[in-house]
């Protein structure tokens, strides 16, 4: 990622940081009934002595899910905001510090037991310094498991030319409390996710998500499904690997 555009989604994230704090686990279907139930499943209910590096931590959600399934857990994010927002979460239950994953991290070779990222890596342009960073933080048969946009969701959503290209995308995400938020982000084709992985890890699962059908019934879920479970029953909006280091 080049820092111009670096610059506009650690931006974005300070300005966005105060939503996702206060509304984004209840506001946000996508997040609450689509991508964390399928990325909660993947993950082993008992934590205990396992290491776990949340990377990307937003306001904590996943850190503070991490910390109640007994891991010890290190959270991080590039945005100071973010950060701030997410040891308010948790407290003193987890290491929170502000990281550019596109950069070195700052931990010692084999780490880590497991690797969350949520609905991070799209945010990067370059992703091979980073998977190369999280196989020396891992454990070896540790594992990566990460969420992003699904690649034909934004060729569909956005219109694309060309499905095969990498490139810089744009979107406006209108939030009732601060207004307009520019954000930045990557689109690369299917393959590219796919070989960038496999050159460091062995993948064991792809995970193409549906609405979770376990919350449908409950009052404050029901607009959301009614709005988006037929179409996102049918048209993936994001994709979950779940890979091992070699």
């Not at 499943?41 to 991490?66: F, H, I, S």
């Not at 007994?70 to 987890?94: F, H, N, Q, W, Y």
């Not at 799209?122 to 946009?149: A, C, M, N, Q």
Request: with cysteine; charged share 25%; net charge negative.
């Amino acid at each position: 990622m080049n820092k111009g555009e670096s610059m506009k989604v650690l931006e974005a994230y300070n300005r966005l940081a105060a939503d996702y704090e206060k509304n984004v686990d209840t506001q946000s279907g996508h997040n609450a009934y689509y991508e964390r139930p399928a990325m909660m499943k993947l993950m082993p209910e008992n934590l205990n002595r396992l290491t776990v590096l949340d990377a990307g931590c937003a306001a904590g959600w996943y850190t503070e899910q991490l910390v109640n399934r007994g891991a010890a857990v290190t959270a991080i994010d590039l945005s100071p905001e973010m950060v701030a927002a997410c040891k308010r979460r948790v407290g003193d239950k987890a290491a929170v510090l502000a990281c550019d994953l596109a950069g070195e991290l700052p931990f010692q070779e084999a780490a880590f037991d497991l690797i969350v990222s949520s609905l991070t890596l799209h945010y990067i342009d370059d992703w091979t310094p980073t998977f190369r960073e999280f196989h020396r933080v891992l454990k070896p048969g540790g594992t990566l498991l990460y969420s992003v946009h699904h690649p034909f969701m934004d060729f569909n959503l956005f219109d694309r030319p060309d499905y095969f290209a990498h490139e810089v995308l744009t979107d406006i995400w209108n939030k009732k409390d601060i207004g307009p938020v520019e954000v930045t982000f990557y689109r690369r084709p299917l393959q590219e996710v796919i070989n960038i992985t496999s050159e460091q890890f062995s993948i064991e699962q792809i995970v193409e998500p549906r609405p979770d059908k376990d919350y449908r019934d409950r009052p404050e879920a029901r607009s959301w499904y009614e709005k988006w479970d037929e179409h996102l029953s049918t048209h993936p909006h994001f994709f979950i690997v779940k890979a091992r280091r070699r």
